[in-house]
């Protein structure tokens, strides 16, 4: 089964996350960038969603971290994220994330979708 990590310091957020895509997916999750970092080289994931708003560390420093580390370079990263500016896909998108997604998650099928186009899933 593929594998999804969630960044996310959010409670209420991570939940929803995992019960939209734990049917589909295994989830491993981290409530900040650092935790992270720390833990994503041994996690064996697929694709990682990640928020912007973390404490400590942001989402764009941590996607800056793992673009330089040759364990975790290649994995693809969704920017999870409340920041729906006009504009605001397109900074993320030239930031390094490939792909884009706002919160509040309200669409769940269009997240399954996206992560599906990206990752695929097992059958």
Known sequence: MKRIAIVE???DNLMLVEAILNSLYETVSYESGIDALAGLADANVDL???DISLPRMDGVA?????RLD???KHLPVIALTAHAMVGDREKYMNKGFDEYFTKPIVDFNALIEMVERMIGRDK
């Open 9 to 11: 310091d959010n409670p």
């Open 48 to 50: 990682v969603l990640l």
């Open 62 to 66: 941590v996607l800056e971290s793992m």
């Open 70 to 72: 040759d364990r975790l």
